[in-house]
């Protein structure tokens, strides 16, 4: 087991991502703290926890609340007396132009997709400083690294969350803190549903090839085991990155044809 007795804080463990990591940790040995908004799915992800043998702790919370975050984070912490591991997992999808979009869908998706994250890193980094080390893993997305139309907010909260990984590596280094950013391609979850669209997207061609949560999950606990910097699954994901730097203008052609479908 790789992280016997380590305690895992996870957002959006509800569903999808978040909820395939809470249970792969558990199957490593980890215990779990889940957070979430809907409180009935939490309990029945704990029980199914429990049934793993680890302890689990479901935290309703909206994380757009800077407080309530704050309070699962200290709440799981005094729980377990201990926090070695942050999911900043919990985020949600934007279809719409930007000549356009509400500025209140904007400001939704950036404080659940970039400043929750960084409100759950202040919160958990005394623990981390205390223990003298911890991991933080921020969800991103393949569209953190390259641009798509119509989906121009939510590649925003992305970068910035890309790049804010960046910046804490470096910063937390030396208090032994080390951050991985995921970049998932498509996964096949409750994203497209939850997102707030202003345009239609097509389920069929965005199911299509997609990833399960459980490989991503997968590949997030191995990175965690290797301290990795960076995941970006499938693969095939760098070279769209390396397009984007390469020959921007192919880049744009491709996302162009790809959202236009
Ligand atoms: N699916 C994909 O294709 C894909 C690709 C790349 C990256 N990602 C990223 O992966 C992460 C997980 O997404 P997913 O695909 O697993 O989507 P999902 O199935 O829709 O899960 C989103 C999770 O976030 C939680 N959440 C939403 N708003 C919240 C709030 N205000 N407070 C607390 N929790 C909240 C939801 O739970 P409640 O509704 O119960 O609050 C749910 O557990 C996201 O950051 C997403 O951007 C997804």
Same mark, same amino acid.
């Given at each position: 087991?790789?992280?016997?007795?380590? %305690?895992?804080?996870?957002?959006?463990?509800?569903?999808?991502?978040?909820?395939?990591?809470? @249970?792969?940790?558990?199957?490593?040995?980890?215990? %779990?703290?889940? *957070?979430?908004?809907?409180?009935?799915?939490?309990?029945?992800?704990?029980?199914?926890?429990?049934?793993?043998?680890?302890?689990?702790?479901?935290?309703?919370?909206?994380?757009?609340?800077?407080?309530?975050?704050?309070?699962?984070?200290?709440?799981?912490?005094?729980?377990?007396?201990?926090?070695?591991?942050?999911?900043?997992?919990?985020?949600?999808?934007?279809?719409?132009?930007?000549?356009?979009?509400?500025?209140?869908?904007?400001?939704?998706?950036?404080?659940?997709?970039?400043?929750?994250?960084?409100?759950?890193?202040?919160?958990?980094?005394?623990?981390?400083?205390?223990?003298?080390?911890? @991991?933080?893993?921020?969800?991103?997305?393949?569209?953190?690294?390259?641009?798509?139309?119509?989906?121009?907010?939510?590649?925003?909260?992305?970068?910035?969350?890309?790049?804010?990984?960046?910046?804490?590596?470096?910063?937390?280094?030396?208090?032994?803190? =080390?951050?991985?950013?995921?970049?998932?391609?498509?996964?096949?979850?409750?994203?497209?549903?939850?997102?707030?669209?202003?345009?239609? %997207?097509?389920?069929?061609?965005?199911?299509?090839?997609?990833?399960?949560?459980?490989?991503?999950?997968?590949? *997030?606990?191995?990175? *965690?085991?290797?301290?990795?910097?960076?995941?970006?699954?499938?693969?095939?994901?760098?070279?769209?990155?390396? *397009?984007?730097?390469?020959?921007?203008?192919?880049?744009?052609?491709?996302?162009?044809?790809? =959202?236009?479908?």
């Amino acid at each position: 087991m790789k992280f016997k007795n380590k %305690v895992v804080f996870v957002t959006g463990a509800s569903s999808g991502i978040g909820h395939a990591l809470a @249970v792969e940790f558990a199957r490593e040995g980890a215990h %779990v703290a889940a *957070v979430a908004r809907d409180a009935a799915r939490l309990t029945a992800l704990s029980d199914q926890l429990r049934d793993l043998g680890v302890d689990a702790l479901a935290l309703p919370c909206d994380i757009t609340q800077r407080e309530a975050l704050k309070a699962a984070v200290d709440r799981a912490a005094s729980h377990f007396r201990r926090l070695d591991i942050l999911v900043n997992n919990a985020g949600r999808g934007l279809y719409a132009p930007l000549a356009t979009v509400p500025f209140e869908d904007f400001d939704e998706v950036m404080n659940l997709n970039f400043w929750a994250p960084l409100w759950a890193i202040q919160s958990a980094l005394p623990y981390f400083e205390r223990q003298q080390g911890g @991991v933080i893993v921020n969800i991103s997305s393949i569209l953190g690294k390259v641009d798509f139309p119509w989906m121009g907010a939510y590649c925003a909260t992305k970068h910035a969350l890309n790049s804010i990984s960046n910046t804490l590596r470096m910063e937390l280094k030396e208090k032994h803190v =080390s951050v991985l950013t995921v970049c998932p391609g498509r996964v096949q979850t409750e994203f497209q549903q939850n997102a707030t669209k202003y345009r239609p %997207v097509q389920n069929s061609s965005w199911s299509a090839g997609a990833l399960s949560p459980e490989d991503v999950a997968r590949a *997030v606990i191995q990175g *965690v085991w290797t301290r990795k910097r960076e995941i970006v699954i499938p693969r095939a994901g760098w070279l769209l990155a390396a *397009v984007q730097h390469l020959a921007p203008g192919l880049a744009d052609r491709l996302a162009f044809a790809f =959202s236009s479908k």
